[in-house]
């Protein structure tokens, strides 16, 4: 069985990177990305409407590519959390979990049993179809799942404390844009009363064990994160990166970019 590289990185005290999968369809996609020198894409399934074979293909063209597939999930529930992760996701990200009882819950729905309440249907993509044994396969998912909760609102973060205690948290990631409408402040990532969440959100993470990460298509601030210690540094979308790639290309050649374009990351 594949382990998780991502997971054993950061384990390591490493650094890993990756991007969101947010528009494309194409298992290509994964192939890219490897060659481009990621870690790990996440597909997005909450903001974006990729249907379920188009994730398992991705899923299944990113463990073929070396590249470990994530992805976020559309609601803390069992059937989100436990399906995507038969399809041979390697991780996921839960969005809103704003108390202890959530992450909880996205621990139960996510590992198996003495760890959590996840049913065992080992599907052949999981074990990259080895003829594994079941309590072998227990104790290989249990130990390779990196989950990741989202720190959105003002009420996740004044309640990050008792999350980030939760045994099998790996990763508190700040969705900006959600966080700061909750703060008050939309957009204004510059905002104090937004950088002294990210700062508290940080300091606690960092406090219990858990790794903080930010998602952002702001290279100059994932710098900074990455200065103040983030080590899961996922940047922007695949569509952010091509959009972003083809305007610059667009200015070069022509002296000007014709038409302003972007995305949410």
């Not at 003495?114 to 065992?120: A, C, L, S, T, V």
């Not at 104090?192 to 702001?218: Q, W, Y």
Request: glycine share 8%; aromatic share 6%.
């Amino acid at each position: 069985m594949k382990p998780n590289r991502v997971k054993q990185a950061l384990k390591e005290g490493d650094r890993v990177v990756g991007t969101m999968v947010s528009d494309m369809r194409n298992p290509e996609v994964a192939y890219i990305l490897a060659a481009a020198g990621m870690d790990f894409l996440m597909i997005d399934t909450e903001h974006s409407s990729p249907g379920v074979e188009t994730v398992q293909n991705i899923v299944r063209s990113a463990r073929a590519a070396g590249l470990i597939p994530l992805a976020r999930v559309t609601q803390n529930q069992y059937p989100f959390i436990a399906r995507i992760l038969d399809m041979g996701a390697m991780g996921i990200m839960v969005p809103r979990v704003d108390t202890p009882e959530q992450a909880r819950q996205v621990v139960k729905c996510a590992k198996y049993p003495p760890e959590g309440e996840r049913g065992f249907g080992a599907r052949g993509v999981m074990t990259d179809y080895e003829c594994v044994s079941v309590p072998d396969i227990i104790n290989w998912v249990n130990e390779h799942t990196l989950i990741i909760v989202q720190v959105e609102s003002r009420e996740a973060v004044a309640n990050l404390e008792g999350t980030a205690r939760t045994p099998g948290i790996d990763v508190a990631l700040i969705g900006p844009n959600d966080l700061s409408i909750s703060l008050g402040v939309p957009g204004d990532f510059k905002h104090p009363k937004f950088v002294e969440a990210v700062e508290r959100t940080f300091e606690i993470c960092m406090k219990n064990g858990v790794l903080p990460a930010v998602h952002t298509s702001d290279l100059e601030a994932m710098k900074r994160y990455r200065d103040m210690g983030m080590r899961f540094l996922m940047y922007a979308s695949e569509s952010r990166i091509l959009l972003g790639a083809a305007t610059e290309a667009v200015r070069q050649l022509v002296g000007e970019t014709r038409k302003a374009g972007r995305t949410a990351y």
